[in-house]
């Protein structure tokens, strides 16, 4: 079957459920952050449907120096730009088609109370995960569940077996929109996600055939085993090409801060699939939100925190879901070999299958 494209349904409606949601409306100043030449088909819609809903809507488009990998680098064109950085912080709402994420400009413009939406997915990705108020119901529990715990710990029929003490950093949940001032998120999402404190996270991760390198769109084919200590990674084991390519990788950043552990959470969208990119592969989009929003993820993450108010802003971050792991919060099951399994955050039916049937 032939993936959709924007041709096969109308963008300027799916925005305007979308921003309905994130309860744009009359009088409300909206802007469109975009590079020159990115994402034009959207930003025409976006604008359509957010002047329909009675706002004033504009594009503020800059010149994209450096390519568009540094976006997920944490570098984005309006880095530095000062004036337009005030201007923004006066908006309602901002719709991000640059990816500021990690930036101290996205940071700003939240503590002045501005609500930012992340948009970087295809049309077809944005239709399939469109969020659903019992998704947001769930990551919201999630979330609250999250912020009481003080010891988690997640395992893995394969080796895994690590710990993370928490309470230091806050929990931050996605759900695909944004609502309140001063709140981020990411159209589509699904999960939630914390940091733990400083220096306390110890023990083993084994990384397995079928989990996810985020920043290279690759699933792994080899096994890499992490042992981590006092919060950063101090050893990467493996013989295959997947542990050549994360020690390469990552040295080449010269910052030993890309060696942290960053955020750790769970993935609970039911719509996401895990084998998207066995069926997009052919196309150059984004293709990310699938990955780190499957159900039953566990969202391990190495490098910068300064999104849940940390000083780590290394550029190097490695986003890794990881399928068949178990995750415990204070000694309560969460996640139970890749699928969810406390009451209030499971649904009946997910589209990924439990995975307890992955090869030994």
Known sequence: MPTPTSADFDLVELFLEELRLCKVHEGEQVAILSATGEWSEYVQALLKAATRLGAQAFNLSVQREQPRLAAVQGRHPYAGRELLLDMLKRCDMVIDLVGLLFSREQLDMQAAGVRILRIMEPPHVLRAMFPTPDLARRVERGREILMQGRHLHITSPYGTDIVYELGQYPVMSE?????????????????????????????????????????FKRYLHSNVVLTV?????????????????????????????????????????????????????????????????????????????????????????MDIPMRGCSLKLDGVDIVRDGDIVHPDLKVERPVNPPTTTLPA
């Open 229 to 317: 200590e006092r919060g950063y990674v101090v050893k990467i084991d493996g013989d295959g090409l997947d542990a050549d390519l994360m020690r390469t990788y990552m040295g080449s950043f010269k910052d030993p801060r890309a060696y942290a552990i960053s955020h750790i959470g769970w993935g609970m969208n039911d719509a996401a699939r895990w084998y998207h990119m066995h069926t997009t592969r052919h196309l150059n989009d984004e293709h990310i939100m699938n990955a780190l929003s499957f159900y039953g993820n566990v969202l391990f993450s190495l490098g910068p925190n300064v999104e849940l108010g940390g000083d780590n802003d290394t550029p190097c971050h």
């Open 175 to 215: 759900y695909g929109y944004t609502e309140e001032p001063g709140r981020w998120d990411n159209f589509p999402s699904g999960f939630v996600f914390t940091q733990a404190n400083d220096g306390a996270v110890n023990g083993t991760v084994v990384l397995r055939q079928g989990d996810i390198f985020a920043a």
